[in-house]
T-cell receptor, first 115, second 118 residues
Framework: AQSVTQLGSHVSVSEGALVLLRCNYSSSVPPYLFWYVQYPNQGLQLLLKYTSAATLVKGINGFEAEFKKSETSFHLTKPSAHMSDAAEYFCAVSDHNFGNEKLTFGTGTRLTIIP | GAVVSQHPSWVICKSGTSVKIECRSLDFQATTMFWYRQFPKQSLMLMATSNEGSKATYEQGVEKDKFLINHASLTLSTLTVTSAHPEDSSFYIC??????????????FGPGTRLTVT
């Protein structure tokens, strides 16, 4: 079974500071990994995804993540936080057997931006 | 592109009644749709996977007779919560996959439906 662990249910950073949200995965096969963002009372929006191509993945809104197989990690970063980044962030891993691409989500990290 | 809508966005119903939630793909064909449930300040839990024209596959622990899923067309899936009880109150989110696109394994999420059972 595949799983992801998000360290830190709450992260607070100052506006303009580095954002680092941690995600570690467990998978018996090469994983597909995703980061989603959720604003209050809304669905999920894909930030970026890793599907076995480049290990450094760039996404929307200035976010990027690096797949590190040796550390089984896929941490999300942004060099300079903006107030609009305040949201809930979910890391997810895909069971990518063709025809059954279920996503397993982490428990989420709530990002707060301090003015 | 790749927009998924849900209707209604929120609903309040009385205990014992049934409520139907619609999930539509607006600009693509959704060969597979997923239904998730999210409790306050918690993660998303997959309830079931539905493929167009076939029966839904439910996750372990999800009552198929209580949460009826119908994926009758390539753009519409419905989730019916039957004989709803207060413990069914939750945020329900659907997502859809478009196998014809090149974005393999990407799911497009709807905005969610908040169900409150009184």
């Amino acid at each position: 079974a595949q799983s992801v662990t998000q360290l830190g249910s709450h992260v607070s950073v100052s506006e303009g500071a580095l954002v680092l949200l941690r995600c570690n995965y467990s998978s018996s096969v090469p994983p597909y990994l995703f980061w989603y963002v959720q604003y209050p009372n809304q669905g999920l929006q894909l930030l970026l995804k890793y599907t076995s191509a480049a290990t450094l993945v760039k996404g929307i809104n200035g976010f990027e993540a690096e797949f590190k197989k040796s550390e089984t990690s896929f941490h999300l970063t942004k060099p300079s936080a903006h107030m609009s980044d305040a949201a809930e962030y979910f890391c997810a891993v895909s069971d990518h057997n063709f025809g059954n691409e279920k996503l397993t989500f982490g428990t989420g990290t709530r990002l707060t931006i301090i003015p | 592109g790749a927009v998924v809508s849900q209707h209604p966005s929120w609903v309040i119903c009385k205990s014992g009644t049934s409520v139907k939630i619609e999930c539509r793909s607006l600009d693509f064909q959704a060969t597979t749709m997923f239904w998730y449930r999210q409790f306050p300040k918690q993660s998303l839990m997959l309830m079931a996977t539905s493929n167009e024209g076939s029966k839904a596959t439910y996750e372990q622990g999800v009552e198929k007779d209580k949460f009826l899923i119908n994926h009758a067309s390539l753009t519409l899936s419905t989730l019916t919560v039957t004989s709803a009880h207060p413990e069914d109150s939750s945020f329900y989110i659907c997502s859809a996959r478009d196998k014809l696109r090149d974005r393999v394994y990407e799911q497009y999420f709807g905005p969610g439906t908040r169900l409150t059972v009184t």
